[in-house]
Protein backbone atom coordinates (compact mmCIF):
# COMPACT_ATOMS: atom_id res chain seq x y z
CA UNK A 1 0.00 0.00 0.00
CA UNK A 2 1.41 3.89 -0.15
CA UNK A 3 3.77 4.84 2.15
CA UNK A 4 2.44 7.71 2.87
CA UNK A 5 -0.52 10.22 1.93
CA UNK A 6 0.88 11.98 -0.26
CA UNK A 7 1.89 9.13 -2.15
CA UNK A 8 1.41 10.42 -6.24
CA UNK A 9 0.48 7.06 -8.08
CA UNK A 10 1.04 7.46 -11.54
CA UNK A 11 0.72 4.88 -14.48
CA UNK A 12 4.38 3.76 -16.13
CA UNK A 13 5.68 4.11 -19.19
CA UNK A 14 8.80 3.38 -21.20
CA UNK A 15 10.59 6.24 -19.54
CA UNK A 16 9.01 6.10 -16.04
CA UNK A 17 11.49 4.20 -13.53
CA UNK A 18 11.01 2.73 -10.15
CA UNK A 19 12.75 5.89 -8.39
CA UNK A 20 9.95 8.04 -10.51
CA UNK A 21 7.14 6.10 -8.82
CA UNK A 22 7.46 5.07 -5.46
CA UNK A 23 7.36 8.21 -3.52
CA UNK A 24 8.50 8.74 0.11
CA UNK A 25 8.18 11.54 2.72
CA UNK A 26 11.14 13.31 3.25
CA UNK A 27 12.74 13.63 6.86
CA UNK A 28 11.23 16.48 8.02
CA UNK A 29 7.57 15.37 6.53
CA UNK A 30 8.38 12.05 8.05
CA UNK A 31 8.71 13.38 11.57
CA UNK A 32 5.51 15.77 11.04
CA UNK A 33 4.10 12.76 9.75
CA UNK A 34 0.46 12.50 11.26
CA UNK A 35 0.05 9.87 14.63
CA UNK A 36 -2.82 7.04 13.52
CA UNK A 37 -4.49 5.07 16.14
CA UNK A 38 -2.57 1.86 17.27
CA UNK A 39 -3.09 -1.26 19.64
CA UNK A 40 -0.73 -2.31 22.39
CA UNK A 41 2.51 -4.15 21.75
CA UNK A 42 1.32 -7.90 22.39
CA UNK A 43 3.25 -10.73 22.67
CA UNK A 44 3.02 -13.51 20.38
CA UNK A 45 5.10 -15.90 22.23
CA UNK A 46 8.36 -16.97 23.79
CA UNK A 47 10.40 -18.91 21.49
CA UNK A 48 13.70 -20.70 23.31
CA UNK A 49 14.58 -16.91 24.52
CA UNK A 50 13.40 -15.28 21.60
CA UNK A 51 10.05 -13.19 22.07
CA UNK A 52 8.09 -11.87 19.00
CA UNK A 53 5.63 -9.23 19.40
CA UNK A 54 3.31 -7.49 17.24
CA UNK A 55 1.50 -4.29 17.25
CA UNK A 56 -1.76 -3.33 15.09
CA UNK A 57 -2.54 -0.01 13.92
CA UNK A 58 -4.53 2.12 11.12
CA UNK A 59 -3.67 3.57 8.50
CA UNK A 60 -5.58 6.02 5.94
CA UNK A 61 -5.38 5.73 2.30
CA UNK A 62 -4.67 8.90 0.44
CA UNK A 63 -8.23 9.60 -0.62
CA UNK A 64 -8.43 13.31 0.46
CA UNK A 65 -11.26 14.54 2.47
CA UNK A 66 -12.35 10.97 2.14
CA UNK A 67 -9.34 9.40 3.98
CA UNK A 68 -10.59 9.44 7.64
CA UNK A 69 -13.37 7.41 6.27
CA UNK A 70 -11.01 4.83 4.39
CA UNK A 71 -8.40 3.32 6.76
CA UNK A 72 -7.08 0.43 6.84
CA UNK A 73 -4.88 -1.55 8.82
CA UNK A 74 -1.31 -2.41 9.29
CA UNK A 75 1.16 -4.09 11.50
CA UNK A 76 4.67 -3.96 12.96
CA UNK A 77 6.52 -7.03 14.00
CA UNK A 78 8.90 -6.75 16.85
CA UNK A 79 11.76 -9.23 17.73
CA UNK A 80 13.47 -9.47 21.10
CA UNK A 81 16.64 -11.66 20.78
CA UNK A 82 18.03 -13.25 24.10
CA UNK A 83 20.78 -10.45 24.46
CA UNK A 84 17.88 -7.75 24.36
CA UNK A 85 18.06 -6.14 21.05
CA UNK A 86 15.26 -5.57 19.30
CA UNK A 87 14.78 -5.87 15.39
CA UNK A 88 11.42 -3.56 14.08
CA UNK A 89 10.38 -5.34 10.75
CA UNK A 90 7.38 -3.11 8.84
CA UNK A 91 7.95 -0.05 10.66
CA UNK A 92 5.40 2.16 12.52
CA UNK A 93 5.31 5.28 14.19
CA UNK A 94 3.93 5.18 17.55
CA UNK A 95 2.84 6.94 20.71
CA UNK A 96 4.91 8.44 22.79
CA UNK A 97 3.53 5.73 25.60
CA UNK A 98 4.00 3.16 22.45
CA UNK A 99 7.14 4.28 21.85
CA UNK A 100 8.17 3.96 25.99
CA UNK A 101 6.88 0.65 26.17
CA UNK A 102 8.83 -0.52 23.19
CA UNK A 103 12.41 0.88 24.60
CA UNK A 104 11.37 -1.44 27.92
CA UNK A 105 11.39 -4.73 26.32
CA UNK A 106 15.59 -3.84 25.15
CA UNK A 107 17.74 -1.50 22.93
CA UNK A 108 16.08 -0.79 19.26
CA UNK A 109 19.18 -1.63 17.21
CA UNK A 110 17.79 -2.34 13.68
CA UNK A 111 14.62 -1.68 11.15
CA UNK A 112 14.05 -3.91 8.21
CA UNK A 113 12.03 -2.50 5.32
CA UNK A 114 10.12 -5.25 3.05
CA UNK A 115 7.72 -3.34 0.86
CA UNK A 116 8.64 -0.24 -1.44
CA UNK A 117 4.93 1.31 -0.73
CA UNK A 118 5.71 1.05 3.02
CA UNK A 119 8.16 3.19 5.23
CA UNK A 120 6.43 6.58 5.58
CA UNK A 121 7.90 6.69 9.08
CA UNK A 122 11.34 4.69 8.49
CA UNK A 123 12.87 8.55 8.67
CA UNK A 124 11.36 9.54 11.76
CA UNK A 125 12.31 6.33 13.49
CA UNK A 126 15.72 6.46 12.43
CA UNK A 127 16.10 9.90 13.75
CA UNK A 128 14.47 8.88 16.81
CA UNK A 129 16.88 5.98 17.01
CA UNK A 130 20.11 7.30 16.19
CA UNK A 131 22.45 3.89 17.48
CA UNK A 132 19.68 1.76 15.12
CA UNK A 133 20.70 0.38 11.52
CA UNK A 134 18.17 0.39 8.52
CA UNK A 135 18.16 -2.31 6.47
CA UNK A 136 16.55 -2.51 3.23
CA UNK A 137 16.25 -4.24 -0.49
CA UNK A 138 18.76 -3.87 -2.87
CA UNK A 139 17.73 -0.90 -4.92
CA UNK A 140 14.97 0.11 -2.48
CA UNK A 141 14.26 4.36 -2.65
CA UNK A 142 14.96 5.63 0.72
CA UNK A 143 13.47 8.83 2.05
CA UNK A 144 15.61 11.93 1.08
CA UNK A 145 17.44 13.60 4.19
CA UNK A 146 17.61 10.61 6.37
CA UNK A 147 20.01 10.57 8.68
CA UNK A 148 21.87 7.13 8.34
CA UNK A 149 23.14 5.06 5.23
CA UNK A 150 21.02 2.28 4.86
CA UNK A 151 22.63 -1.35 4.78
CA UNK A 152 21.71 -3.64 2.05
CA UNK A 153 19.45 -6.43 3.54
CA UNK A 154 21.21 -10.09 2.75
CA UNK A 155 21.49 -13.19 3.81
CA UNK A 156 24.75 -11.89 5.35
CA UNK A 157 23.54 -8.60 6.80
CA UNK A 158 20.69 -9.91 8.23
CA UNK A 159 19.96 -8.31 11.85
CA UNK A 160 18.20 -11.71 13.12
CA UNK A 161 20.16 -14.88 12.83
CA UNK A 162 19.53 -16.95 10.66
CA UNK A 163 16.67 -14.96 8.69
CA UNK A 164 16.78 -15.69 5.05
CA UNK A 165 15.65 -12.78 2.60
CA UNK A 166 13.46 -13.80 -0.77
CA UNK A 167 12.91 -10.41 -3.08
CA UNK A 168 10.17 -11.13 -5.27
CA UNK A 169 11.14 -11.56 -9.06
CA UNK A 170 11.09 -9.65 -12.15
CA UNK A 171 9.58 -6.57 -10.81
CA UNK A 172 10.42 -3.22 -10.55
CA UNK A 173 8.78 -2.52 -7.26
CA UNK A 174 11.54 -3.87 -4.58
CA UNK A 175 9.13 -6.05 -2.46
CA UNK A 176 10.59 -9.11 -0.34
CA UNK A 177 9.94 -11.77 2.53
CA UNK A 178 11.95 -12.50 5.43
CA UNK A 179 11.57 -16.06 6.73
CA UNK A 180 12.60 -16.48 10.66
CA UNK A 181 13.92 -19.96 11.93
CA UNK A 182 12.21 -19.22 15.15
CA UNK A 183 9.56 -21.33 16.93
CA UNK A 184 7.92 -23.21 14.24
CA UNK A 185 8.97 -20.68 11.73
CA UNK A 186 7.28 -17.33 10.70
CA UNK A 187 7.21 -15.56 7.56
CA UNK A 188 7.29 -11.67 7.64
CA UNK A 189 5.65 -10.12 4.49
CA UNK A 190 5.02 -6.63 3.79
CA UNK A 191 2.40 -6.11 0.79
CA UNK A 192 3.03 -9.43 -0.81
CA UNK A 193 1.30 -11.84 1.70
CA UNK A 194 -1.73 -10.61 3.20
CA UNK A 195 -4.46 -11.18 6.32
CA UNK A 196 -6.72 -8.79 5.36
CA UNK A 197 -10.05 -8.98 6.70
CA UNK A 198 -13.54 -6.72 6.16
CA UNK A 199 -14.16 -5.83 9.63
CA UNK A 200 -12.10 -4.96 12.86
CA UNK A 201 -10.78 -2.00 15.11
CA UNK A 202 -8.32 -0.95 12.28
CA UNK A 203 -10.83 -1.24 9.22
CA UNK A 204 -13.42 1.48 8.34
CA UNK A 205 -17.08 0.19 7.22
CA UNK A 206 -16.15 1.81 3.73
CA UNK A 207 -12.85 0.56 3.76
CA UNK A 208 -13.88 -3.35 4.63
CA UNK A 209 -16.30 -2.78 1.96
CA UNK A 210 -13.94 -1.81 -0.78
CA UNK A 211 -11.26 -4.78 0.30
CA UNK A 212 -14.67 -7.38 0.14
CA UNK A 213 -15.45 -6.50 -3.50
CA UNK A 214 -11.88 -6.23 -5.16
CA UNK A 215 -10.90 -9.34 -3.76
CA UNK A 216 -8.01 -8.58 -0.84
CA UNK A 217 -9.79 -10.68 1.54
CA UNK A 218 -8.27 -14.29 2.31
CA UNK A 219 -5.82 -15.68 4.37
CA UNK A 220 -1.88 -15.31 2.68
CA UNK A 221 -3.43 -13.79 -0.01
CA UNK A 222 -1.18 -12.07 -2.67
CA UNK A 223 -2.57 -8.25 -2.61
CA UNK A 224 -4.42 -7.39 -5.91
CA UNK A 225 -2.38 -3.73 -5.33
CA UNK A 226 0.37 -5.62 -5.27
CA UNK A 227 0.09 -7.15 -7.93
CA UNK A 228 -1.51 -4.28 -9.81
CA UNK A 229 1.27 -1.59 -9.24
CA UNK A 230 4.43 -4.15 -8.84
CA UNK A 231 3.60 -6.03 -11.91
CA UNK A 232 0.09 -5.23 -14.20
CA UNK A 233 0.95 -1.50 -14.83
CA UNK A 234 4.51 -2.28 -16.00
CA UNK A 235 3.46 -4.93 -18.64
CA UNK A 236 4.30 -7.84 -16.56
CA UNK A 237 2.16 -10.92 -15.83
CA UNK A 238 2.38 -11.69 -12.21
CA UNK A 239 0.38 -15.24 -12.60
CA UNK A 240 3.48 -15.85 -14.99
CA UNK A 241 6.55 -14.37 -12.55
CA UNK A 242 5.28 -15.29 -9.28
CA UNK A 243 3.97 -19.31 -9.22
CA UNK A 244 7.78 -20.41 -9.30
CA UNK A 245 8.29 -17.77 -6.44
CA UNK A 246 5.48 -18.90 -4.47
CA UNK A 247 5.92 -22.78 -4.70
CA UNK A 248 9.36 -21.87 -3.03
CA UNK A 249 8.09 -19.99 -0.05
CA UNK A 250 5.60 -22.77 0.83
CA UNK A 251 7.90 -25.44 0.79
CA UNK A 252 10.03 -23.70 3.33
CA UNK A 253 9.58 -24.76 7.05
CA UNK A 254 6.73 -21.69 8.49
CA UNK A 255 3.55 -21.94 10.66
CA UNK A 256 3.45 -18.17 11.62
CA UNK A 257 2.67 -15.27 8.53
CA UNK A 258 3.38 -11.69 10.38
CA UNK A 259 1.96 -9.65 7.36
CA UNK A 260 2.18 -5.41 6.99
CA UNK A 261 -1.52 -6.14 6.49
CA UNK A 262 -3.60 -7.64 8.94
CA UNK A 263 -3.40 -9.66 12.08
CA UNK A 264 -0.83 -12.48 13.54
CA UNK A 265 -2.07 -15.89 10.67
CA UNK A 266 -1.63 -19.50 12.71
CA UNK A 267 -1.69 -22.10 10.94
CA UNK A 268 -0.73 -20.24 8.18
CA UNK A 269 1.55 -22.25 5.87
CA UNK A 270 -1.71 -24.49 4.95
CA UNK A 271 -4.15 -21.66 5.05
CA UNK A 272 -2.11 -19.66 2.61
CA UNK A 273 -1.37 -22.58 0.32
CA UNK A 274 -5.11 -23.33 0.07
CA UNK A 275 -5.39 -19.60 -1.14
CA UNK A 276 -2.51 -19.66 -3.27
CA UNK A 277 -3.95 -22.71 -4.62
CA UNK A 278 -7.29 -20.89 -6.03
CA UNK A 279 -5.60 -17.42 -7.08
CA UNK A 280 -2.74 -18.80 -9.12
CA UNK A 281 -3.61 -22.16 -9.64
CA UNK A 282 -0.65 -23.38 -8.43
Known sequence: MP??????????????TYHDFVKLPSLEESIARPLHPHGDIELLGNYDGVEIYTVMGRFPLPFGPLARFMYLPRTMTIV???????????GMKLTEEGHQALEALGEVKSLIRLGSFHGGDDAYLCHRYPEMKYY??????????????????????????GGKVMQCPVTEVREGVLWLPI????LVACDLLQ???????????????????????????????????????????????LPSFLRELLD?????????????LLDAKALTRSTLEQQFEL
Open 3 to 16: ANNKTTISTPNENK
Open 80 to 90: KEKDNKITLIN
Open 136 to 161: VLPGMKVSSGLEKEPVRLTNDTCSIE
Open 183 to 186: GPGF
Open 195 to 241: NQETSGPYVSYAMGLFLHLNGFCGKGKVGPGFLNFGYTIWGLDPKAL
Open 252 to 264: MEWDILLSAHGAP
